[in-house]
């Protein structure tokens, strides 16, 4: 082979060699490829504890889960009490301290407040996510809280119930749909509304303790056409707590139940964020 002709393929090689780099992403004064997007994840998988809220039940994340276990993270979705914001925080605080490793707490509506105060007491929880959750600062109540903003329909729905010791706080099943969740469908709506976990009327006056979003990050979800928490108390608490990311959705109360598959992007954000 002539020397010229082997000038010229060591030419075309040394081009092609060059290129490659480039084709990756990578400019030519780098060494090394790009890092794989898979790869950027530094560690395990937090376990995602999600917590439902009044008039409610796990169920309610069903959509949620679905997606979340497709993607491959760890779930468990805690039976909230609904009885007293004190013991609930404690109990989900339980429910989180047993999982080994880093823990995701996700919280609906009351959830929120649980989250808010359960978190402080298991010591593995490393962020909090908000979907159209309250989230109570030291002394506030869920209810004296929801008493600074605007009205919604849910105070002339609800029905108190005498228990031994108590009263039970229900949403009137035939305003369910139009309070809770007015773009669920008809049929899932009227099943929530027969499955719905009562509050006692204790927990929403229960004073929050000092409030877990000061020093861990959060992430809140804010549903639009809420009848049940108005938007501008979700806003306010998102803008309070400084969250890294607020997502707002044209949806109901329900908002995991009608938009799942949002509600679990800002959730998988989350994870990512603590990993």
Request: no cysteine.
């Amino acid at each position: 082979m002539s020397q010229n002709r082997r000038h010229t393929r060591r030419a075309v090689l040394g081009a092609l060699l060059a290129a490659v780099p480039i084709a990756l992403g990578v400019s030519a004064g780098q060494s090394g490829a790009a890092e794989p997007v898979a790869e950027r994840h530094h560690g395990p998988k937090p376990t995602v504890v999600l917590v439902h809220g009044a008039f409610a039940d796990s169920s309610s994340w069903n959509g949620v889960i679905r997606e979340l276990t497709r993607d491959g993270y760890p779930v468990v979705a805690a039976a909230n009490p609904l009885r007293d914001l004190a013991a609930d925080s404690a109990y989900v605080a339980g429910v989180a301290a047993a999982v080994k490793g880093p823990v995701l707490l996700a919280g609906h509506s009351y959830g929120g407040a649980v989250i808010t105060n359960a978190a402080r007491q298991a010591p593995n929880v490393a962020g909090l996510v908000y979907v159209a959750g309250f989230a109570p600062d030291t002394g506030e109540s869920v209810l004296g809280i929801s008493d600074k903003f605007p009205r919604t329909p849910l105070a002339d729905a609800v029905r108190p119930q005498p228990i031994p010791g108590g009263v039970d706080i229900y949403i009137d099943r035939a305003a369910f749909r139009s309070v809770f969740a007015q773009d669920v469908h008809r049929g899932a709506a009227e099943l929530m509304a027969i499955t719905q976990r009562p509050m006692a009327g204790a927990a929403g006056g229960t004073p929050s303790g000092e409030p877990a979003w000061r020093t861990l990050p959060s992430w809140s979800v804010i549903a639009r056409h809420d009848n049940a928490l108005h938007p501008e108390a979700q806003r306010f608490f998102a803008r309070r707590m400084a969250a890294r990311e607020t997502v707002e959705l044209d949806a109901s109360h329900a908002v995991m139940v009608s938009r799942p598959d949002a509600v679990t992007r800002l959730i998988e954000k989350a994870a990512r964020s603590i990993a």
